[in-house]
């Protein structure tokens, strides 16, 4: 009766095993998610994360840290391969800062999702610069995740902005300018059409390999400096596997035709 009482009723319903301590493989971008898109889980309070991903044109190297539950932001560093740094270095490949914050805004329980607000690119160059609100729930050995994009993360834009409600300056986004980044650009957050995006995680019982799969909301036609090839499909998926307690690596393919 007592191990009975401790499965959250989502379980019961369900007929499955309760959720255990999940496994948090970051995303391309060096958050917890899928391949593209983030979840809305963090790991222990005081944590680091390394997070090192090639997905053509982008190689994207990400420091994520945890100063308290709930609370993680992270710088990362992007060579832009179909890009030239320009003049000063024409055969080297553009290079692009960025820093991300991420807020739990709330736990996740025995019928609600835990949910977090993420800015990404908010003190940069701006190029990528998206935010989201996603929700997560754990059920047995499935994580799924469910969100709302705007930015980089909007660009497939499945409906109007319902901050529109707020007033009209949420109802149009303007286009990111290329600078040398340093500054805050929270004046543009949460504005313009918006983008549903949905992933999920089947973690083995050993907890060593994780499946994933995921729909992406951008539709890579309005990258930084150029369009990619239209993606054959918005679903991504892959496969992690856990070498060691502190190491993961990953495959994936995206956009129908890329590895990563």
């Known amino acids: 009766l007592a191990a009975a009482d401790a499965v959250p009723a989502p379980a019961i319903a369900a007929g499955l095993r309760p959720p ?21 889980r963090f790991g222990a309070a005081g944590g680091a994360r390394l997070q090192v991903s090639r997905v053509w044109p982008y190689t994207r190297a990400t ?26 270095a024409p055969g080297q490949s553009y290079k692009d800062k960025s820093i991300d914050l ?42 799924l995740s469910l969100g709302l994009g705007w930015g ?11 901050l529109k409600l707020l007033g009209r300056r949420f ?7 290329v600078g040398q980044g340093g500054t805050a650009n929270l004046g543009d957050a949460c504005r313009g059409p918006v983008a549903a995006f949905a992933g999920v995680q089947w973690a083995a ?8 799969a995921e729909l992406d909301p ?8 150029e369009p990619l090839r239209k ?12 070498a060691t307690p502190h190491v993961d690596l990953a495959l994936g393919r995206t956009r129908g035709d890329t590895w990563q």
């Open 102 to 143: 991420r807020l739990r805004l709330l736990q996740e329980g025995n019928w609600r999702p835990a949910v977090a607000l993420g800015l990404r690119d908010f003190g940069g160059t701006g190029l990528v610069a998206g935010e989201y609100l996603v929700g997560s729930k754990r059920l047995g050995d499935w994580d």
């Open 20 to 40: 255990r301590d999940g496994v948090l493989l970051a995303n391309d971008w060096g958050e917890p998610g899928a391949l593209q898109t983030p979840s809305a």
């Open 231 to 242: 993606p054959r499909t918005p679903l991504n998926a892959g496969v992690g596997w856990r």
């Open 63 to 88: 420091v994520m840290l945890q100063p308290r539950d709930g609370v993680e932001f992270g710088f990362r560093y992007t060579g832009i391969d179909n890009q030239s740094y320009g003049p000063v």
């Open 152 to 162: 980089y993360l909007g660009t497939r834009a499945h409906a109007a902005n319902p």
């Open 171 to 177: 109802e149009q986004r303007p286009a990111p300018q």
């Open 218 to 225: 951008n539709d890579y036609q309005r990258e930084p400096f």
């Open 205 to 212: 019982p050993s907890g060593r390999w994780v499946l994933r």
